[in-house]
């Protein structure tokens, strides 16, 4: 076979070994529980950050529209990534807010499993059921 041709198999091997090798995680919470903290703090922990953002800052790395950084809060879902071992996390940071329950809906249609964050002093809230039963509902273990 010529070059082109026996490279092309050896490169679509490399493709399928960095999919497998790739999980697609969520967020998901109800509203000011850290969704976005946690985040800033996995991605520091992984070294794609050398210094978090704080959303009372307005300088987190997934906050990125002006009303999200002016308000405090996650508006729109938006995905990062980072390595972590030999593994590469795309991570979804969530909205927690009721009004923007179907950005989580559609994140969830993506994700190999989530991380659901319960605030220690709130407790559990009406929206953190609501985030459990829409990762249930989608099989995703969260």
Request: glycine residues 8%; proline residues 4%; hydrophobic residues 40%.
């Amino acid at each position: 076979l010529p070059p082109a041709a026996s490279a092309v198999p050896a490169a679509a091997a490399r493709s399928l070994s960095t999919v497998k090798k790739t999980r697609n995680v969520g967020i998901i919470a109800h509203i000011d529980a850290g969704k976005t903290t946690t985040t800033e703090r996995m991605l520091r922990l992984s070294g794609a950050v050398q210094r978090e953002g704080r959303v009372d800052n307005g300088d987190t790395t997934t906050d990125f529209l002006i009303q999200e950084r002016e308000r405090g809060i996650t508006i729109q879902s938006a995905a990062v990534h980072f390595g972590w071992r030999d593994a590469t996390i795309c991570l979804i940071d969530t909205p927690g807010h009721v009004d923007f329950t179907i950005e989580v809906e559609r994140s969830l249609r993506v994700l190999d499993g989530a991380v659901l964050v319960v605030d220690a002093v709130a407790g559990v809230q009406a929206q953190t059921e609501t985030v459990w039963r829409q990762a249930q509902r989608h099989g995703v273990p969260a």
